[in-house]
Protein backbone atom coordinates (compact mmCIF):
# COMPACT_ATOMS: atom_id res chain seq x y z
CA UNK A 1 0.00 0.00 0.00
CA UNK A 2 1.50 3.23 -0.97
CA UNK A 3 2.33 5.31 1.91
CA UNK A 4 0.25 8.81 2.68
CA UNK A 5 2.00 11.77 3.72
CA UNK A 6 0.45 14.85 4.96
CA UNK A 7 1.41 18.20 3.69
CA UNK A 8 -0.46 21.26 5.63
CA UNK A 9 -1.61 24.58 4.34
CA UNK A 10 -1.94 27.59 6.64
CA UNK A 11 -2.49 30.71 5.83
CA UNK A 12 0.45 32.32 4.00
CA UNK A 13 2.02 28.54 3.36
CA UNK A 14 4.14 29.25 0.17
CA UNK A 15 5.63 25.72 -0.23
CA UNK A 16 3.18 23.39 0.12
CA UNK A 17 2.56 22.51 -3.10
CA UNK A 18 6.01 22.02 -3.50
CA UNK A 19 6.32 20.01 -0.60
CA UNK A 20 3.34 17.90 -2.02
CA UNK A 21 4.99 17.73 -5.00
CA UNK A 22 8.45 16.57 -3.39
CA UNK A 23 6.34 13.46 -1.85
CA UNK A 24 5.02 12.82 -4.83
CA UNK A 25 8.23 12.36 -6.68
CA UNK A 26 9.70 10.26 -3.79
CA UNK A 27 6.72 7.55 -4.60
CA UNK A 28 4.11 8.59 -1.59
CA UNK A 29 0.36 10.10 -1.96
CA UNK A 30 0.66 13.43 -0.97
CA UNK A 31 -2.75 13.75 1.23
CA UNK A 32 -3.64 17.85 1.63
CA UNK A 33 -4.50 18.93 5.02
CA UNK A 34 -6.10 22.17 6.16
CA UNK A 35 -5.03 24.15 8.78
CA UNK A 36 -8.51 24.77 10.24
CA UNK A 37 -9.02 20.73 10.29
CA UNK A 38 -7.92 18.74 13.26
CA UNK A 39 -8.58 15.57 11.41
CA UNK A 40 -5.35 13.96 9.81
CA UNK A 41 -7.13 11.82 7.26
CA UNK A 42 -5.38 8.36 7.63
CA UNK A 43 -2.05 9.67 6.73
CA UNK A 44 1.76 7.60 8.17
CA UNK A 45 3.64 11.34 8.20
CA UNK A 46 3.30 14.89 8.22
CA UNK A 47 4.82 17.69 6.22
CA UNK A 48 4.99 21.23 7.96
CA UNK A 49 5.75 23.41 4.89
CA UNK A 50 7.51 26.72 4.61
CA UNK A 51 6.42 30.43 4.47
CA UNK A 52 4.34 33.00 6.34
CA UNK A 53 2.18 31.02 8.33
CA UNK A 54 -0.71 33.60 9.64
CA UNK A 55 2.05 36.68 8.34
CA UNK A 56 4.60 35.58 10.58
CA UNK A 57 2.78 38.05 13.09
CA UNK A 58 3.75 37.82 17.11
CA UNK A 59 6.56 35.53 16.21
CA UNK A 60 6.88 33.29 13.18
CA UNK A 61 5.24 29.49 13.88
CA UNK A 62 3.25 31.78 17.10
CA UNK A 63 0.16 31.55 15.53
CA UNK A 64 -0.02 28.53 13.49
CA UNK A 65 0.89 26.40 16.73
CA UNK A 66 -2.61 26.98 17.78
CA UNK A 67 -4.08 25.68 14.29
CA UNK A 68 -6.75 22.97 15.28
CA UNK A 69 -4.51 20.35 12.91
CA UNK A 70 -1.28 21.64 15.30
CA UNK A 71 -3.36 19.85 18.28
CA UNK A 72 -3.69 16.75 16.81
CA UNK A 73 -0.47 16.78 14.81
CA UNK A 74 1.29 16.97 18.19
CA UNK A 75 -0.23 14.09 20.16
CA UNK A 76 0.54 12.22 17.31
CA UNK A 77 4.08 13.19 16.87
CA UNK A 78 4.33 12.60 20.66
CA UNK A 79 2.60 8.65 19.77
CA UNK A 80 5.78 9.05 16.82
CA UNK A 81 4.09 10.05 13.97
CA UNK A 82 6.86 11.37 11.64
CA UNK A 83 6.55 14.77 10.76
CA UNK A 84 8.92 17.20 9.09
CA UNK A 85 9.04 20.82 9.43
CA UNK A 86 10.54 22.98 6.62
CA UNK A 87 11.69 26.70 7.37
CA UNK A 88 8.15 27.92 8.96
CA UNK A 89 7.36 24.27 9.59
CA UNK A 90 10.54 24.41 11.63
CA UNK A 91 9.57 27.79 13.54
CA UNK A 92 6.50 26.20 14.60
CA UNK A 93 7.33 22.63 15.77
CA UNK A 94 9.86 24.84 17.81
CA UNK A 95 6.70 27.27 18.99
CA UNK A 96 4.83 23.50 19.69
CA UNK A 97 7.50 22.52 22.33
CA UNK A 98 7.82 19.24 19.94
CA UNK A 99 11.62 20.72 19.35
CA UNK A 100 13.77 22.77 21.71
CA UNK A 101 15.18 26.36 21.15
CA UNK A 102 13.84 28.85 18.81
CA UNK A 103 14.35 30.27 15.22
CA UNK A 104 15.48 34.08 15.59
CA UNK A 105 16.11 36.95 13.36
CA UNK A 106 19.02 36.24 11.15
CA UNK A 107 22.27 37.68 12.67
CA UNK A 108 22.85 40.27 9.68
CA UNK A 109 19.47 41.05 9.62
CA UNK A 110 18.88 40.70 5.60
CA UNK A 111 16.52 37.57 3.63
CA UNK A 112 19.49 35.30 2.92
CA UNK A 113 18.30 33.22 -0.15
CA UNK A 114 20.84 31.00 -1.42
CA UNK A 115 22.45 27.51 -2.61
CA UNK A 116 23.62 25.71 0.43
CA UNK A 117 25.52 22.85 1.66
CA UNK A 118 24.91 21.18 4.44
CA UNK A 119 26.95 18.20 6.12
CA UNK A 120 24.13 15.54 7.04
CA UNK A 121 25.23 14.53 11.23
CA UNK A 122 22.67 11.86 12.19
CA UNK A 123 21.55 9.46 9.95
CA UNK A 124 19.06 8.04 12.74
CA UNK A 125 15.99 9.79 12.29
CA UNK A 126 13.16 9.08 10.33
CA UNK A 127 13.79 11.58 7.70
CA UNK A 128 17.44 11.27 7.54
CA UNK A 129 18.13 7.18 7.03
CA UNK A 130 18.80 7.03 3.33
CA UNK A 131 21.80 9.40 3.94
CA UNK A 132 25.48 8.31 4.96
CA UNK A 133 27.12 9.81 8.09
CA UNK A 134 28.83 13.08 7.06
CA UNK A 135 27.31 13.15 3.34
CA UNK A 136 27.41 16.79 1.78
CA UNK A 137 24.40 18.16 0.39
CA UNK A 138 23.03 21.06 -1.47
CA UNK A 139 19.71 22.67 -0.76
CA UNK A 140 18.50 25.65 -1.11
CA UNK A 141 17.94 27.99 1.75
CA UNK A 142 15.55 30.96 1.96
CA UNK A 143 14.57 32.80 5.12
CA UNK A 144 14.87 35.84 6.88
CA UNK A 145 14.41 34.23 10.65
CA UNK A 146 16.47 31.14 10.54
CA UNK A 147 19.18 31.92 13.21
CA UNK A 148 18.38 28.88 15.36
CA UNK A 149 18.96 29.42 19.39
CA UNK A 150 19.26 27.40 22.28
CA UNK A 151 20.38 27.95 26.01
CA UNK A 152 23.91 25.98 26.15
CA UNK A 153 22.81 23.26 28.26
CA UNK A 154 20.38 22.62 25.54
CA UNK A 155 22.66 22.72 22.76
CA UNK A 156 25.16 20.56 24.25
CA UNK A 157 22.74 18.10 25.19
CA UNK A 158 21.41 18.56 21.28
CA UNK A 159 25.39 17.35 20.50
CA UNK A 160 25.74 14.29 23.55
CA UNK A 161 22.74 12.96 21.84
CA UNK A 162 23.51 13.13 18.38
CA UNK A 163 20.28 15.27 17.61
CA UNK A 164 21.92 17.55 15.80
CA UNK A 165 20.48 16.29 11.87
CA UNK A 166 22.70 19.02 9.92
CA UNK A 167 25.10 21.79 9.87
CA UNK A 168 25.92 24.46 7.50
CA UNK A 169 29.03 24.35 5.77
CA UNK A 170 30.88 26.99 3.42
CA UNK A 171 29.29 29.59 5.58
CA UNK A 172 26.61 30.16 7.76
CA UNK A 173 24.18 31.89 6.20
CA UNK A 174 21.64 33.26 9.00
CA UNK A 175 24.51 33.02 12.50
CA UNK A 176 22.72 29.72 13.44
CA UNK A 177 24.59 28.99 17.27
CA UNK A 178 26.82 25.83 16.18
CA UNK A 179 25.90 25.87 12.53
CA UNK A 180 22.94 24.36 12.86
CA UNK A 181 20.53 23.51 10.18
CA UNK A 182 18.34 20.72 11.45
CA UNK A 183 17.04 19.09 14.84
CA UNK A 184 15.38 16.04 15.91
CA UNK A 185 13.69 15.52 18.86
CA UNK A 186 15.19 12.31 20.94
CA UNK A 187 12.66 9.68 19.30
CA UNK A 188 14.20 10.95 16.04
CA UNK A 189 10.21 10.93 14.44
CA UNK A 190 10.25 14.85 14.41
CA UNK A 191 12.94 16.69 12.46
CA UNK A 192 13.21 20.53 11.26
CA UNK A 193 15.06 21.90 9.10
CA UNK A 194 15.60 25.51 8.00
CA UNK A 195 16.99 25.26 4.35
CA UNK A 196 14.35 23.61 2.05
CA UNK A 197 14.78 20.11 0.65
CA UNK A 198 11.67 20.17 -1.19
CA UNK A 199 13.57 22.21 -4.03
CA UNK A 200 16.28 20.11 -4.38
CA UNK A 201 14.60 16.79 -6.02
CA UNK A 202 14.05 17.70 -9.72
CA UNK A 203 17.23 18.75 -12.14
CA UNK A 204 15.13 20.75 -13.94
CA UNK A 205 14.27 23.07 -10.88
CA UNK A 206 16.58 22.45 -8.16
CA UNK A 207 20.47 22.29 -7.40
CA UNK A 208 20.57 19.20 -7.15
CA UNK A 209 18.70 15.97 -6.09
CA UNK A 210 19.87 16.02 -2.87
CA UNK A 211 16.79 17.22 -0.87
CA UNK A 212 14.98 13.70 -2.14
CA UNK A 213 16.71 11.56 0.59
CA UNK A 214 14.78 13.33 3.28
CA UNK A 215 11.23 11.72 1.69
CA UNK A 216 12.44 8.56 0.67
CA UNK A 217 13.78 8.25 4.51
CA UNK A 218 10.36 8.33 5.82
CA UNK A 219 9.15 6.26 2.78
CA UNK A 220 11.90 3.48 4.11
CA UNK A 221 11.18 4.34 8.15
CA UNK A 222 7.41 3.71 7.57
CA UNK A 223 8.17 0.22 5.64
CA UNK A 224 10.13 -0.75 8.93
CA UNK A 225 7.77 0.63 11.20
CA UNK A 226 5.89 -2.02 12.88
CA UNK A 227 2.27 -2.38 12.08
Known amino acids: MTARVGVVTFPGSLDDGDAARA ?13 GDAALHGVDAVVLPGGFSYGDYLRCGAIA ?3 PVMETIVDAARGGLPVLGICNGFQILCEAHLLPGALTRNQHLHFRNRDQFLRIES ?19 KNGEGCYVADPATLDQLEAEGRVVARYIGGNPN ?21 HP ?9 PSLDGLGFFTSVLKHLVGAPA
Open 23 to 35: VRIAGAEPVRLWH
Open 65 to 67: RFA
Open 123 to 141: VGTAWTNTFQPGQEVLIPV
Open 175 to 195: GSQRDIAAITNSAGNVVGIMP
Open 198 to 206: EHAVEELTG
